[in-house]
């Protein structure tokens, strides 16, 4: 069992930077796969990065390609999403969840869920 808590949301400027956390509690975190997940009002949950286990292989939505970075520390069970030059449309709420194994970066396949943080970016 694992369970995830996001933290590091809030409300910035449009070109600003932000990093959220995702910290999870668990013995065994470093073996899942962690993905951002991220969701504005009306519109569905997105896929926006993946890292897997180590940290030695990510990947990102074409919409946060070269702005946005995963990386985790495994020694204190975190993962963290750095968002530099963050634009208006990357509002919403963020949520990271983690799975065990391969698969499609689709919600219904991941297994652990935090509670989500939202990001708000003013023009």
């Known amino acids: 069992q694992v369970t995830l808590v996001e933290s590091g949301g809030g409300l910035v400027q449009a070109g600003d930077s932000l990093r959220l956390s995702c910290t999870a509690s668990?013995?065994?975190?470093?073996?899942?796969?962690v993905t951002w997940f991220r969701q504005a009002p009306g519109k569905e949950r997105e896929f926006v990065t993946d890292i897997n286990w180590n940290g030695g292989s990510t990947a990102y939505a074409d919409s946060v390609k070269g702005r946005f970075t995963t990386s985790r520390d495994n020694a204190k069970n975190t993962v963290y999403l750095q968002m530099n030059n963050l634009k208006p449309e990357d509002t919403a709420v963020y949520y990271c969840?983690?799975?065990?194994?391969?698969?499609?970066?689709?919600?219904?396949?991941?297994?652990?869920w935090g509670q989500g943080t939202q990001v708000t970016v003013s023009s």
């Open positions: 969840a983690a799975r065990a194994g391969l698969g499609p970066y689709l919600p219904r396949y991941y297994d652990f």
């Open positions: 668990g013995r065994t975190f470093e073996r899942y796969t």
